[in-house]
C-alpha cells in the first residue's frame, strides 16, 4: 500500500480538486481518501464526515493523547489530524490511501511513515490568487493565512509532484495522470503509457 500526500497553502483549491478526483472511476476503484479532524469552524456549505469531522479542541487532544491519529499539526489557532483507522480500511479493501494535509505533517510522514511508500504533491498558485481566494470566502485571519501561504510554499523542494491549479478539470487530468503513473510502477495495467508519462513529466519537481 501505499500513501499519497496532497498538500498545499489555503485557498489553492485542495478539497475542489480532491471532490472532482472521486468523481473518476479509476480513482473510486482503486484509492480511499482520508478524512480529517479538526477544531476549526465549519465553513459555509461543509458537512460532518464529508469534509471533514468538527471537533473541540479539547476532545482533539484527548484523541490525540490515546493514540487516535497517524499525524497531527497545529496551524495558526486550530488542530488537524488524520486517523489511523483509514489505514486498515485500505489495507483493508486492497487500495492506496490519498491524505489532504498540512506540509508539515507530509514531511513528517515522509520521514517517519514505515508501512508503505509515499508519494508527495503539492498543489499551487500564485500568492496574488490566494489572496483573492480567500478574500472572495471572507476568510478571516487573511493576512495570517497569506503569511502561512508564503512559508508553505518553502516545503515545495520536498514533494514528488507539483500541479498549479489554474483549471479545475486539467489539474484534475493532471493529478489523475500522476496517480496512473505512480500505480502503474508497481503493479503495471492497461494504461497508456505514453500519456500517462507525457502528462507527468510536466510536474515533476
Not at 501505499?2 to 498545499?8: A, N, V, W, Y
Not at 496512473?180 to 495495467?189: D, I, Q, V
Amino acid at each position: 500500500m501505499r500513501l499519497f500526500i496532497i498538500s498545499g497553502p489555503a485557498g489553492v483549491g485542495k478539497t475542489t480538486l480532491l471532490k472532482k478526483l472521486f468523481q473518476k472511476k479509476f480513482v473510486k476503484k482503486n484509492f480511499l481518501r482520508t478524512i480529517s479532524f479538526t477544531t476549526r469552524e465549519k465553513r459555509e456549505g461543509e458537512k460532518e464526515g464529508r469534509d471533514y469531522f468538527f471537533v473541540s479542541k479539547e476532545e482533539f487532544l484527548k484523541k490525540k493523547k490515546e493514540g487516535f491519529f497517524l499525524e497531527t499539526q497545529k496551524v495558526l489557532n486550530d488542530y488537524y489530524g488524520t486517523p489511523k483507522y483509514f489505514l486498515k480500511e485500505a489495507k483493508k479493501e486492497k487500495k492506496d490511501l490519498i491524505l489532504c494535509i498540512d506540509v508539515k505533517g507530509g514531511k513528517y510522514l515522509k520521514k517517519n511513515f514505515k508501512e508503505g511508500k509515499i508519494i508527495t504533491i503539492f498543489i499551487a498558485v500564485d500568492l496574488e490568487e490566494i489572496y483573492q481566494r480567500l478574500k472572495r470566502r471572507k476568510e478571516i485571519h487573511l493576512k495570517e493565512k497569506l503569511l502561512l501561504a508564503k512559508k508553505e510554499m518553502e516545503y515545495l523542494k520536498y514533494y514528488d509532484y507539483l500541479v498549479i491549479n489554474k483549471d479545475i478539470k486539467e489539474s484534475v487530468e493532471d493529478l489523475e495522470a500522476i496517480l496512473k503513473a505512480e500505480r502503474l510502477r508497481l503493479y503495471g495495467g492497461l494504461y497508456s503509457f505514453g500519456k500517462i508519462i507525457r502528462s507527468s513529466r510536466r510536474f515533476c519537481i
